[in-house]
């Protein structure tokens, strides 16, 4: 039976643009995959703990070792792991904060680099790879080749470097200049912000429409 994960990050509610672009892939999904079950986590609600001193080096030491922090923390790391692992399909929101992704997000992908979970310690092969990793991604500005702040957007160049050792490999679909209809002097920008979510939004609503027809 078909699995989706689906995560959200925002910590924008209902004017994200992320969370309204994840929830139309997964009313898509859905349509494609009646049958389907879905797992949702909401890392802007309920954000994970980063990596402590306390519990961090759990990752690095013998599991008969661990101190009751170090448990803890890789107790939650197996979760996460294991949801990406029931997983045929995950829908991650990825907002862009201060040029970067959130932190929560770095803390998720954290969790995930965990050697005899997610990679092999011997032979450094991830082993969550064969899963369709598609990013819903929203940027509030404009990176774009040509444009004054091409390469400031860290987030998307970050996440496939991030997650490379766990053999997932994201895809993004990705909408940009999403405040130009809050911000007054990108007033001028309104036409191109509305025609990149419109195409985000396309984009979306072809991924699974020959396995709708199918079904």
Same mark, same amino acid.
């Given at each position: 039976?078909?699995?989706?994960?689906?995560?959200?990050?925002?910590?924008? %509610?209902?004017?994200?643009?992320? &969370?309204?672009?994840?929830?139309?892939?997964?009313?898509?999904?859905?349509?494609?995959?009646?049958?389907?079950?879905?797992?949702?986590?909401?890392? %802007?609600?309920?954000?994970?703990?980063?990596?402590?001193?306390?519990?961090?080096?759990?990752?690095?030491?013998?599991?008969?070792?661990?101190?009751?922090?170090?448990?803890?923390?890789?107790?939650?790391?197996?979760?996460?792991?294991?949801?990406?692992?029931?997983?045929? !399909?995950?829908?991650?929101?990825?907002?862009?904060?201060?040029?970067?992704?959130?932190? !929560?997000?770095?803390?998720?992908?954290?969790?995930?680099?965990?050697?005899?979970?997610?990679?092999?310690?011997?032979?450094?092969?991830?082993?969550?790879?064969? &899963?369709?990793?598609?990013?819903?991604?929203? &940027?509030?500005?404009?990176?774009?080749? %040509?444009?004054?702040?091409?390469?400031?957007?860290?987030?998307?160049?970050?996440?496939?470097? %991030?997650?490379?050792?766990?053999?997932?490999?994201?895809?993004?679909?990705?909408?940009?200049? !999403?405040?130009?209809?809050?911000?007054?002097?990108?007033?001028?920008?309104?036409?191109?912000?509305?025609?990149?979510?419109?195409?985000?939004?396309?984009?979306?609503?072809?991924?699974?429409?020959?396995?709708?027809?199918?079904?």
């Amino acid at each position: 039976m078909a699995h989706l994960l689906h995560i959200d990050s925002s910590i924008q %509610g209902e004017r994200s643009i992320s &969370r309204s672009l994840t929830a139309r892939a997964a009313d898509a999904w859905r349509a494609a995959h009646p049958d389907g079950t879905v797992a949702y986590r909401d890392l %802007g609600a309920d954000p994970l703990p980063h990596l402590d001193a306390e519990g961090g080096l759990a990752r690095m030491v013998p599991r008969d070792q661990h101190t009751p922090a170090q448990a803890a923390s890789w107790a939650l790391t197996e979760q996460l792991v294991d949801e990406v692992k029931q997983a045929d !399909t995950i829908l991650l929101g990825l907002p862009v904060y201060n040029f970067g992704a959130p932190s !929560t997000v770095k803390a998720w992908v954290d969790h995930l680099i965990a050697p005899g979970l997610s990679l092999d310690p011997v032979t450094h092969e991830g082993l969550l790879g064969g &899963r369709d990793l598609l990013v819903l991604a929203a &940027r509030g500005g404009g990176y774009a080749p %040509g444009t004054p702040r091409e390469g400031w957007d860290h987030a998307e160049q970050w996440l496939p470097h %991030g997650l490379a050792l766990t053999g997932l490999e994201p895809r993004f679909i990705t909408a940009e200049l !999403t405040l130009a209809d809050s911000t007054p002097a990108m007033a001028e920008l309104k036409p191109l912000a509305a025609e990149s979510l419109a195409a985000a939004r396309r984009e979306i609503d072809a991924l699974w429409s020959g396995a709708a027809a199918a079904a």
